[in-house]
C-alpha cells in the first residue's frame, strides 16, 4: 500500500512539472515570436501648416492709478463718510478731522489781522496830516519819510497776517478730506478716532479699475522680436491676451501702451505694460496672469511632438519609419516651441511618421509592428496647459525689489 501511494504521488508530481514546463517553453516561443514580429511603436505624421508663434509671461495686474489718500492736517479723525471697498467719485467727502484747534486759528488770525489793519488804517491818517504839514512848511521832509517808512512796515504786516489766515482757513477746509479721483477704496482704511499726522498717516487708498494694466518683463530679444511685430516686420501688429490664474481666457484684448526706458541691470529684462478694460471689474491689482503676445506666423511649418524629441550630446533626433519599415534616427534643427509641438527647421520631411511612443531602448535599423494614431488620440495641441500658474511664475510675475 505505501508503494502505491508513492507511486500516485510521483504520478502527480511529474505530471505538474510537464504542465509547468510547457507554459514556460509556450511563453519563450512567444517571446520570441513578439521579437521576430517587431518592436510595438505608436507613429504619427509630421504636421505641415502656417503656425502661428506666440510668447507667454508671467505677469501682474496693476491698477492704472492708485492713490494713497492722506490728511494735509493733523489731528483725531471724527467722522468717516465712506467704507472700505466702497466705489467713489472724484471730489466725494471721505473723512473729517477734528477741526476746533483750526476754527480757533482762524479766529486768531481774524483778530490778528484786524488789529494790524487798524494800526495801518492810524499810520496811512498820520502820514497824509504830516504831507499836509510838510506841504505848509510845518514839519520837515523827514518827518514824512519816516512816517512812510512806517505805514510800509505796517502793511507788509497786514500781508503777513492776511497770509496767516489765508493758511488757517485753508487748515480749516482740509480738515474735510475729499476723494482725489474716481475708483474703488481699499479695505485698510483707518477708523474713527484714530489720530492722523499731516502728511504721514494714509487714511485709505483708492484706485481706478476700468482700464488696468498687466504688467510683465521681456528679455532683449523678446523686446526686438514684439517691436517687429508692432511695426509689422514680422506677421502682424501684436495681439495681447492673458490667462487667469483658474486657467480661463479673459475675453478681451489688450494693448502695449508703455514700456521702461531702460533693462534692469540684475535681471536684463524690460518691464512692459498693457492695458485692458475692464468694466466688470474683474481684473483685480495683486492678480496674476499669463500674458500671451501673438501675431508672427511661420508659413509651412513643420511640426513634430516634443515627446517625440530625443537629445544625445547636444544634439536633437527623432525617430521615423524608414522606407523599409525599420526605424530610422534622423538628427534634426529644432525651432520654437508650439504648444506640444516644435518647429522643425530641418532635418525632415512633409510626410514622415514620427515615432511617439515606444521609443523606449529603440536602435536604428529594428523592425517595427506600427500603429497610427492622430494628435487627438495623443492628446496633442497647439495650446499649452493653461490649468494653474507654478511657483517660479508667481515670483516671476512679482515685481523686484531694488
Known amino acids: 500500500m505505501f508503494f502505491a501511494k508513492n507511486k500516485k504521488l510521483g504520478a502527480v508530481v511529474i505530471a505538474a512539472l510537464l504542465a509547468t514546463s510547457s507554459v514556460w517553453l509556450a511563453g519563450c516561443g512567444n ?19 502656417d503656425t502661428p508663434l506666440y510668447q507667454e509671461y508671467a505677469g501682474q495686474i496693476a491698477g492704472k492709478d492708485e492713490v494713497k489718500v492722506q490728511s494735509k492736517v493733523s489731528g483725531n479723525v471724527v467722522e468717516k463718510f465712506v467704507e472700505g471697498g466702497q466705489f467713489v467719485e472724484a471730489g466725494q467727502p471721505l473723512y473729517r478731522i477734528d477741526s476746533r484747534q483750526y476754527e480757533s486759528a482762524v479766529l486768531a488770525a481774524q483778530a ?13 491818517t498820520d502820514l497824509a496830516r504830516n ?69 504721514n498717516t494714509t487714511l485709505v487708498t483708492i484706485g481706478s479699475s476700468d482700464p488696468v494694466y498687466a504688467q510683465f518683463s521681456l528679455s532683449e530679444t523678446e523686446y526686438l522680436r514684439m517691436m517687429n ?23 478681451a484684448e489688450g494693448q502695449i501702451v508703455a514700456a521702461d526706458r531702460a533693462l534692469k541691470d540684475k535681471t536684463g529684462t524690460l518691464t512692459v505694460k498693457a492695458l485692458f478694460p475692464n468694466p466688470d471689474n474683474l481684473l483685480l491689482p495683486g492678480m ?11 508659413p509651412d511649418a513643420l511640426l513634430v511632438p516634443q515627446r517625440a524629441v530625443q537629445q544625445l550630446l547636444g544634439k536633437s533626433f527623432v525617430m521615423v519609419v524608414g522606407e523599409d519599415g525599420k526605424s530610422a534616427a534622423r538628427t534634426v534643427e529644432l525651432g520654437e516651441k508650439v504648444g506640444s509641438y516644435y518647429i522643425i ?58
Open 131 to 199: 504831507q499836509q504839514l510838510y506841504a505848509s512848511n510845518a514839519i520837515s521832509e523827514q518827518a514824512v519819510t519816516t512816517q512812510q517808512s512806517t505805514v510800509q512796515s505796517y502793511q507788509a504786516l497786514a500781508d503777513a497776517n492776511a497770509a496767516q489766515l489765508r493758511k488757517a482757513q485753508q487748515d480749516l477746509a482740509d480738515t474735510v478730506i475729499y476723494a482725489p479721483m474716481s475708483g474703488q477704496l481699499g479695505v485698510d482704511d483707518v477708523a474713527v478716532g484714530a489720530f492722523t499726522a499731516a502728511g
Open 345 to 402: 527647421k530641418s532635418g525632415i520631411e512633409p510626410g514622415d511618421n514620427v515615432i511617439v511612443e515606444g521609443l523606449t531602448n529603440l536602435k536604428e535599423g529594428m523592425d517595427l509592428v506600427i500603429t497610427q494614431v492622430t494628435p487627438e488620440d495623443m492628446g496633442f495641441s497647439m495650446e499649452e496647459d493653461n490649468t494653474k500658474f507654478n511657483d517660479s511664475e508667481i515670483s516671476s510675475a512679482e515685481p523686484s525689489k531694488q
Open 31 to 49: 517571446k520570441q515570436q513578439a521579437q521576430k514580429m517587431g518592436t510595438q511603436v505608436k507613429v504619427m505624421q509630421v504636421i505641415q501648416q
Open 112 to 124: 490778528t489781522l484786524a488789529q494790524t489793519q487798524a494800526t495801518l488804517n492810524n499810520a496811512e
Open 288 to 298: 496674476f496672469a499669463r500674458v500671451r503676445l501673438s501675431g508672427e506666423i511661420v
Open 229 to 251: 511685430m508692432q511695426n509689422g516686420s514680422v506677421g502682424g501688429p501684436a495681439h495681447v491676451t492673458i490667462t487667469l490664474a483658474d486657467g480661463s481666457v479673459y475675453p
